[in-house]
């Protein structure tokens, strides 16, 4: 039957996906299995590796799982994160990515990941990032954090990264056992609407069960929408 005028088929969207803290786009992608199949159906989740090579072990983080090598990271801070370093060069890394193996439409991230991902596309508006590349779209957050919230402070490339409230599609995922889970729920009042898929464990990329599988579909109908 031929469509009627006007129809179109949705179109699958692409994501790029950075990584947790001294960890892997490999290693992403093998978390993100514990989700139905029928999100690798709907989105094309592109992993890549940070451009910087683990600096230590996890183990001071009190991380569940530890990963075979090799090893990565976004940038470097201090305890406190107070001070960073290689931020500016992990943020022309990413473009350089999104702009070779590109387009995409937005963006999912863990951890560490998940900081960036929740500040490029307010870094993206103010014309401090990501200019010569496609505006993103919709953003995904596990385990995700504020740059300036928390007492933490922003690096200066950020540092009005969240001075206005985020337009586009934001998922986040807030676990119960999170170390995390203060910062994740302060990031929601940054977003407009934000789409929340809560989860009984802990800094991990979550199993989602029968309620969180429907908001997943839901927030993939809203990007196919806006695509």
Known sequence: MEKKMGQRLARIPRVLCLHGF???GKIFEKQTKVWPEFVREKMDLVFIDAPFPAEGGLEELGAEELFDPPLYEWFQANKDFSEYRNFNECIAFVEDCMTRIGPFDGLMGFSQGAFLSAALPGMQAEGVALTNVPKIKFVMLIAG????GSNMSSPKLAQNAFS???ECL??????EKDFALTTGIELLD???DPIVINHPQGHVVPKLDEKGSVTMIKFIEKVQEIL
Do not use: D, E, Q, Y
Request: net charge positive.
């Open 145 to 148: 954090a504020k740059f300036g």
């Open 22 to 24: 001294r960890t892997s």
């Open 164 to 166: 206005s409230p985020i």
């Open 190 to 192: 940054s977003f407009v």
């Open 170 to 175: 934001s998922l986040h995922f807030l676990g």
